[in-house]
């Protein structure tokens, strides 16, 4: 469900709350959230893949499923960005493009199972109904992987 932009400025009034996570990936939407709320209020990119714009729009950060695999080309968009590199930034996130855009190999949330397990990090077993990844798939994930230097 989008928030509205009328909704997401009173948001702020209310004591407990100090931002919203953004997941329409809609920028015109996420300047909105941005301008017309105070500066204080966190506004956060809720899609992956839209880290770097939602930076450049005023957003304070993001919650990134990515961050899962590649926790450290997250913080890079992100460190970058704050340090003025916008160059390094927009191309931290292109590479993190290459392993949001494999979510679409397979039922949510199994890329980010499979992806650890590919590491040796942890089982990929996930519960009904999400499925399992091809053995094709699998490998084009594992050479994504290898691609980003994480296997």
């Known amino acids: 469900m989008t928030l509205a932009a009328d909704l997401a400025v009173k948001l702020p009034r209310i004591e407990n709350i100090v931002g919203i996570k953004d997941s329409s990936g809609d920028l015109t939407l996420t300047s909105e959230y941005t301008c017309r709320t105070p500066s204080d209020f966190a506004v956060l990119a809720g899609r992956d893949t839209r880290i770097y714009a939602t930076l450049v729009v005023g957003g304070k950060g993001a919650i990134a499923a990515t961050a899962k695999v590649v926790p450290s080309l997250v913080a890079e968009i992100y460190d970058a960005y704050r340090s003025g590199n916008l160059e390094q930034a927009r191309a931290a996130q292109n590479r993190l493009m290459l392993l949001r855009l494999a979510f679409e190999m397979g039922t949510f ?3 980010i199972k ?11 077993r996930a519960k009904f109904p999400v499925k399992e990844m091809s053995e094709a798939k699998r490998a084009e994930l594992a050479n994504i992987l290898r691609q980003l230097n994480v296997l």
Not at 114 to 124: D, K, Q, V, Y
């Open 114 to 124: 499979e992806a650890p397990a590919l590491r040796g990090i942890c089982s990929s």
């Open 109 to 111: 949330p199994i890329v």
